[in-house]
């Protein structure tokens, strides 16, 4: 297996994951500060021009999209645990993700770092960052009201849900400089104690 990524990108969340999981995998470095997933050999991989990809080493097009690599990786790996066996608990897991990397990522984090994606006026962009931030606390202030587990975001422990909530939480804190809701901030802390996702921010040359 191989998952294409990029330093500090929501990939993070897959490498942890696949760092959780333990078995043998290989990272490829797509820089994405170079445009490299525009350059026809990632688009030979992810035509969609983003990471992650996950190339499943059998021959079929590399996996796409956080919620169904994460949910595959999940289930490949029961032994591994970072999915609840129950249909509700999956479904818990996957409501989470979604939440995460279909409103929270583009419309708290996208909008702040490239303004230009939401606006085709220079002069609007500050006004697109401001209304990001105010999304950002929004969107964390309520996952925060309807947190429902205890250190780990759904009741059922530890799961994948974690490494996307993960990601955010770090670009919140670390690249953004913003300070998170009680429970949240408890949980970055907990991930960030966690040696799998210590390895995985070391190999991408991240601060743990
Ligand atoms: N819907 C995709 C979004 C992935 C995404 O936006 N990845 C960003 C990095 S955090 C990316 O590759 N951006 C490159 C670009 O948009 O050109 C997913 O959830 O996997």
């Keep these: 297996m191989k998952l294409y990524y990029a330093p500090g990108a929501c990939s993070v969340g897959i490498h942890i994951i696949l760092e959780e999981i333990g078995k043998p995998y290989e990272l490829s470095l797509v820089a994405l500060k170079e445009q490299a997933q525009t350059k026809p050999e990632y688009m030979a991989v992810n035509p969609k021009s983003k990471v992650p990809a996950l ?17 595959y990786l999940g289930a490949a790996n029961p032994e591994a645990g970072l999915l609840p066996k129950d249909p509700l608990g999956q479904a818990r897991a996957l409501e989470a993700l979604d939440y995460i990397t279909g409103t929270v990522h583009p419309h708290a984090f996208t909008r702040q770092f490239r303004p230009n994606v939401y606006s085709l006026r220079e002069e609007d962009y500050p006004k697109v960052v401001e209304q990001a931030q105010a999304n950002a606390a929004k969107f964390f202030g309520l996952v925060e009201k309807i947190w429902a587990g205890d250190t780990w975001i759904l009741p059922q422990g530890y799961s994948v849900a974690d490494a996307a909530l993960f990601f955010v939480e770090y670009w919140h804190v670390r690249r953004v400089g913003q300070t998170l809701p009680p429970k949240l901030d408890a949980h970055l802390k907990a991930m960030l104690a966690r040696p ?13």
């Design 55 to 71: 190339d499943l080493g059998d021959g079929s097009r590399a996996l796409t999209e956080f919620p169904a690599i994460a949910m």
């Design 196 to 208: 799998a996702v210590k390895r995985a921010l070391e190999q991408e040359g991240l601060a743990a």
